[in-house]
């Protein structure tokens, strides 16, 4: 085994695991397992199959995963740049799973950075109810709002603030939380040597007081009736057995969910009870329930080390509408500071006006009002429909965001709703973000680029195109001059300029193509 692990973790799996030690031990000699999650808000999983490069194997615990193999280079094809699939390692796609999300679900992922399991979350409301995804790390959220952008989520809403100051604002409010917990990342060792590193034997008691009370603000969120979904990428039972414990004796309306039979190990209660000084204090009955969590063993699955709780609330107690109206209905006084730059920005929020008599005047740059007669403008231009949720304009920017003004209010808010873009001096410039969640058929200009040839490619690295104006699909009326969503093979990328035979590329120098 190449990988030295330390003393001290080797000893205490050696207690934990007992007779499977070997098996464990032995598994660091294999390489890590990789995989791809279909995003089925722009693809299904059969026609990702059928024009999928490589051979892939479902991933068992995942409807939408699937393993790849060691040579495989998902991301460096031209569908990982249209948001077709997220890269993501096996065991981290078994939470969302169980967390049980359906379309119209409010949910809350409350430490979600970078990304991947928000985008899952997003596959399953399929575009109904709402998600919000919060990290505290400034770093981290812009990765993830990349990521959400990228995989064309357009009812999310992205925050960097505290757990229990997001409860403040949104009591009993969702219907679904994922917990993915800071843990010390014992279950990544084989796949981040870094995380050994980093690990010493006063990591477990470091990471667990923090869990502790990200696991109670997400109860004070929680909807009467809803679910809770707590997980680690850690095999300590600290942070794992112990604090769903201890958050059961607290939390006697919640019940540990059993997981489907059969798929994973159960849970390492009865290790606990044995070198827990205060194991005695808690009852056998919850002891009972922490032994139905689930353990994903790498020597048992073809994936890494996870930790997963499926935490159920029984339902008691009552909605109190004026909670809810309390944290969303606020009015468009004030505003959330954006971007983590610490400013109160006056926030507007109307309605898209409705087609009339436009402006002949060129409207001043700072006028609400005319903000949203370009903005409002390009929507009846370009569109094929009108955009859901609620207007809101944080100085030029335009989002259209799925909670009413003022639920944001006093909170650090990365992104509002989906971003469409800037209005300004009279003009209405579109974001990337609103290019990558439309379909093709929602665009009155469409170009599609094969991503055999090359062409593709040459886009995404932003590339200036030559393209006859015969390629340019329009919808009636529409002539092929102006802004253009690009496609690869059907699939929306970007944004592009035509005009005279040319494409002038509107995709995002960060975002580009950089490989050879």
């Not at 740049?81 to 967390?99: F, T």
């Not at 007669?373 to 799925?402: C, K």
Request: some cysteine.
């Amino acid at each position: 085994m190449a990988l030295q692990l330390p003393a001290a973790f080797q000893e205490r799996m050696k207690s934990l695991l007992q007779d499977q030690y070997e098996r464990f031990i032995a598994s660091y000699d294999h390489d890590p397992y990789s995989g791809i999650r279909v995003n089925t808000l722009k693809i299904s999983v059969g026609d990702l199959l059928a024009s999928s490069p490589w051979q892939l194997k479902p991933i068992p615990w995942c409807g939408t995963g699937f393993y790849t193999e060691p040579g495989d280079r998902p991301g460096k094809h031209p569908y990982y740049h249209a948001g077709l699939y997220y890269i993501q390692e096996p065991s981290a796609m078994a939470p969302v799973e169980l967390l049980d999300v359906r379309p119209g679900d409010k949910v809350l992922d409350l430490c979600a950075a970078p990304g991947g399991k928000s985008t899952q979350i997003a596959a399953k409301l399929q575009g109904e109810g709402l998600l919000v995804s919060n990290d505290l790390n400034q770093e981290r959220t812009k990765a993830l709002a990349k990521n959400l952008e990228l995989y064309g989520v357009r009812n999310g809403v992205v925050l960097q603030e505290h757990p229990e100051r997001i409860a403040a604002s949104f009591p009993a409010f969702f219907d679904k939380i994922l917990v993915d917990a800071p843990c010390s990342g014992e279950g990544m060792f084989r796949k981040d040597e870094d995380m050994v590193r980093q690990w010493t034997e006063e990591s477990p008691d470091k990471y667990a007081a923090m869990q502790r009370e990200i696991l109670k603000s997400a109860a004070n969120m929680l909807k009467p009736g809803g679910r809770i979904v707590y997980s680690t990428c850690t095999f300590s039972p600290e942070e794992n057995e112990a604090i769903i414990a201890e958050f059961l004796l607290e939390q006697p309306c919640f019940s540990v969910a059993p997981p489907p039979s059969g798929l994973f190990a159960p849970g390492a209660a009865g290790w606990l009870r044995g070198h827990m000084e205060e194991s005695d204090q808690i009852p056998d009955d919850i002891w009972e329930q922490a032994e139905q969590t689930s353990r994903l063993w790498p020597h048992l699955i073809e994936g890494e080390g996870h930790f997963v709780a499926v935490l159920q609330h029984d339902g008691t107690g009552t909605d109190e509408p004026g909670r809810f109206l309390a944290a969303t209905d606020r009015g468009s006084s004030g505003g959330a500071r954006l971007d983590g730059k610490g400013k109160d920005r006056k926030e507007r929020s109307q309605g898209i006006p409705k087609k009339g008599k436009r402006t002949a005047k060129k409207p001043d740059g700072d006028d609400p009002a005319a903000q949203l007669e370009a903005y409002g403008n390009f929507v009846r231009d370009h569109l094929g429909f009108v955009p859901g949720g609620y207007t809101i304009m944080f100085g030029q920017h335009v989002y259209q965001s799925p909670l009413p003004p003022g639920a944001l209010d006093g909170l650090k808010a990365v992104r509002p709703g989906w971003y469409m873009g800037d209005a300004k001096n009279g003009r209405f410039v579109p974001a990337h973000p609103l290019a990558t969640a439309l379909r093709p058929q929602e665009f009155c200009r469409v170009l599609s680029l094969s991503s055999e040839t090359g062409e593709a490619v040459r886009y995404l690295k932003g590339e200036t195109l030559n393209v006859e104006a015969d390629r340019i699909r329009c919808t009636d009326g529409v002539l092929p001059k102006g802004y253009v969503l690009v496609c690869i093979d059907g699939y929306s990328a970007g944004f592009g300029k035509w005009q005279d035979g040319m494409l002038k590329n509107e995709y995002p120098a960060g975002w580009r193509w950089t490989s050879a």
